[in-house]
């Protein structure tokens, strides 16, 4: 009798853990699902700035300096924006389902303000870089900048999430960029091949490592409920 | 194992609030759309079990508390029902899953301390 009952408790308590485990990963899957459109924004982004290097590139070999070329960077330019705006409509939905921590909203808020700022920073240090004849600083600073920015975005994602894993790979990234300037300033001339292999690279390492490590959150969610 | 009164009456008290929701069958859906996102009527009814009369009355009631939509399109030339989470379900569901994972772990905490 005695060890029936020891049986049936034991029953409820797998069963309690069970449904321990089932709240911690409905409780934890919203974040998996951003970190998956963290990680596709990511591979966007480098798949489009590749695609406009590569066509800006070719065009400049064929038409060289003048109107026929301005005009096809214009195109370019206009044809890379619709693209990111379709695919951002498309993928960023897809977090708009599920419920947001506010610490979490307000952190993804702050790091597009960053990169909005950031953004606006390059643009005008790039206009008086090479207003003034200065063109071999500019992958330096952007490294910089982009630098900074990864950095800040890293401590934005650390204080909106509860999981240390959450945008590590933002601080090495950020590393990776900081160690770069090195060459760019001992080797000038290869300064715009190291920016390239660095930040290309590493933008789509980022968004490949994020869409394969966002299901780590959930094991790492496992038995967090077990108190 | 024993429930002590306080708990007990939070267990109630949060199955009562949520009785529309609190019903397993219910539970279930709203659990597998919520990791699915959207599901078509005969997947549901195979991955959860069930008969095609009872799934509809869950989902027309979980429609009516605005934790899912319904659509209709066609698939292949065949009318297809398609069953997609609302934000407000997927809110829902969580937080309830969230308040019974604090009473779970308090019963689940005060067993392991008995037995230790």
Redesign the interface.
Same mark, same amino acid.
């Given at each position: 009798m005695s060890s029936d009952v020891d049986k049936s408790d034991n029953d409820v308590i797998t069963r309690a853990r069970r449904l321990l485990l089932l709240a911690d990963l409905i409780d934890n899957y919203p974040q998996v699902v951003s970190r998956r459109v963290a990680g596709l924004v990511y591979i966007l982004i480098g798949g489009g700035i590749s695609f406009a290097t590569l066509i800006f590139m070719s065009l400049q070999d064929l038409l060289g300096p003048g109107d026929p070329f301005l005009t096809n960077i214009g195109f370019v330019i206009l044809g890379l924006v619709a693209s990111w705006i379709i695919g951002f409509r498309l993928i960023v939905p897809l977090t708009r389902s599920y419920p947001v921590q506010p610490s979490a909203s307000e952190g993804g808020k702050a790091a597009s303000a960053l990169w909005g700022v950031l953004g606006t920073a390059i643009v005008l240090l790039s206009l008086v870089i090479f207003q003034m004849g200065l063109a071999e600083l500019f992958p330096p600073t952007l490294q910089f900048i982009m630098g900074c920015g990864f950095t800040i975005t890293y401590v934005f994602g650390k204080r909106a999430s509860s999981y240390n894993f959450y945008s590590r790979e933002h601080v090495y990234f950020a590393i990776a960029i900081f160690l770069s300037m090195i060459p760019m300033l001992i080797v000038p001339a290869a300064a715009y091949v190291v920016l390239i292999v660095v930040d290309m690279g590493g933008i789509y390492a980022i968004g490949i490592h994020m869409l394969i490590t966002a299901e780590g959150l959930l094991v790492e969610s496992e038995g967090q409920g077990y108190g | @194992?024993s429930l002590d009164g306080e708990l007990l009456s939070t267990l109630v008290g949060l199955m009562e609030e949520d009785s529309e929701t609190m019903v397993p069958a219910r539970l279930s859906l709203l %659990?597998y759309l919520?990791?699915a =996102?959207h599901a078509t009527f005969p997947v549901l009814q195979k991955k959860l079990g069930f008969t095609s009369g009872n799934l509809s009355s869950h989902l027309r009631k979980l429609e009516e508390l605005g934790l899912i939509q319904i659509s209709k399109s066609f698939v292949k030339l065949r009318p297809t029902t398609f069953a997609v !989470?609302t934000?407000e379900g997927? #809110?829902r !569901? =969580? $937080?309830q @899953?969230?308040r @019974? =994972?604090e009473l %779970? $772990? @308090?019963? %689940?905490?005060k #067993?392991?301390k008995s037995e230790e």
């Open positions: - | @194992m %659990v919520y990791f =996102r !989470l934000k997927a #809110e !569901l =969580r $937080s @899953m969230v @019974m =994972r %779970v $772990s @308090m019963v %689940v905490d #067993e392991t």
